[in-house]
Structure formats: C-alpha cells, structure tokens
C-alpha cells in the first residue's frame, strides 16, 4: 500500500510526456496541413502594363522638368549676380 502513490504519480507523469508528445505531433500535422492548403491555392496573376506604361510616363516628365530645370539654372549662372547689388 505504501507504493502505490509513487507507482501512481510515476504512471500519470508517463501519461502526461507520451501525451505532449502526441500533442506535438498533431500540432506539426495541423502545421503542414496548412502549409499544403497555402501552397495549393492558386495566385491570381496581376496585369502590371498600365502600371508600367505610366511610370515610363512620368519618367518622361521628370526627365523634361529635369532639363527645364538645368537651362533655367544654367540662365541664372549666364545672369550672374551683376543686376544683384547685394550680391557685390
């Protein structure tokens, strides 16, 4: 009668390691399960030429606000600071 309570709290500790390993196998199964639905749902391709026809758009734009931006600097330096007597 003495043994009994150890043997008990022996066999219900076993119980409980073979039961979180069982637990972690469910959980890795759910896991790859879930992995499997992802990778079997199909992607929707995107149609990006509307998107890329406009960046080249607007790259054109930049391209010519650039240029503008370089002539008008470059008539600011042609000016000089002479009409500016502030800047003598």
Same mark, same amino acid.
């Given at each position: 009668? #003495?043994?009994? +309570?150890? #043997?008990?709290?022996?066999? !219900?500790?076993?119980? @409980?390691? !073979?039961? %979180? ?7 890795? @199964?759910?896991?790859? +399960?879930?992995?499997? =639905? !992802?990778?079997?749902? #199909?992607?929707? /391709?995107?149609? +990006?030429?509307?998107?890329n026809t406009?960046? %080249? $758009?607007?790259?054109?734009?930049? &391209? =010519?606000?650039?240029?503008?931006? &370089?002539?008008? $600097? &470059?008539?600011? &330096?042609? +000016? ?6 502030? /800047?003598?």
């Open positions: 009668m #003495k043994n009994i +309570l150890p #043997k008990l709290q022996q066999y !219900i500790t076993i119980v @409980g390691v !073979i039961t %979180a390993i069982g637990g972690g196998f469910y959980t890795w @199964g759910q896991f790859n +399960l879930r992995l499997d =639905n !992802i990778e079997k749902k #199909k992607i929707k /391709a995107v149609d +990006l030429t509307p998107l406009s960046i %080249a $758009e607007l790259s054109t734009k930049v &391209d =010519n606000i650039e240029q503008r931006l &370089d002539r008008t $600097e &470059d008539r600011i &330096d042609k +000016l000089g600071n002479n009409d500016n007597p502030l /800047a003598r």
